[in-house]
C-alpha cells in the first residue's frame, strides 16, 4: 500500500522547535512535491508548506514564514518540516502530502497523504 508516514510530533513549550519527517511507503519521493498541511480542532485544513520535487523551490503559509523550514532529501526518501519559534497557536494536526506534478498545488492534485502526526504548543 502506498502512504506516507509522518513522524516527530509531541509536546513542546511556547518558543521551542520540533522537526517532523514525512517518509513514504512503497513509493520513491524523487518526482514529487511535497506539502505539509494541517488541521486545529475545529478548523478547516490548512496549507502550511510545500516543496517542489527537486527542492529548487519553496512555499510557505504567512504565519510559517521566518519561523518553519521544508526539505526534502531524495537521497534518504524523506522529506522535513523544521518548526522553530512554536506558539499555541500552531497546535494542530500535521499532515504531508506527495503531489506527481513535482509542483507545489492546490490540496486536492496532491495524491498521497499521510495520518498525520499531532502538534501540541503548551506551557
Known amino acids: 500500500q502506498l502512504q506516507l508516514v509522518e513522524s516527530g510530533g509531541g509536546l513542546v513549550q511556547p518558543g521551542g522547535s520540533l522537526n517532523l519527517s514525512c517518509t513514504p511507503s512503497g513509493f520513491s519521493l524523487t518526482y514529487y512535491a511535497i506539502g505539509w498541511f494541517r488541521q486545529a480542532p475545529g478548523k478547516e485544513r490548512e496549507g502550511v508548506a510545500c516543496i517542489s520535487s527537486t527542492g529548487r523551490s519553496a512555499e510557505y503559509e504567512d504565519s510559517a514564514k521566518g519561523r518553519f523550514t521544508i526539505s526534502k532529501d531524495n537521497d534518504k526518501n524523506t522529506a522535513y518540516l523544521q518548526m522553530n519559534s512554536l506558539k499555541p497557536e500552531d497546535t494542530a494536526v500535521y499532515f504531508c502530502?506527495?503531489?506527481?506534478?513535482?509542483?507545489?498545488?492546490?490540496?486536492?492534485?496532491?495524491?498521497?497523504w499521510g495520518q498525520g502526526t499531532q502538534v501540541t504548543v503548551s506551557s
Open positions: 502530502a506527495a503531489e506527481p506534478s513535482g509542483l507545489c498545488s492546490p490540496p486536492l492534485r496532491y495524491k498521497y
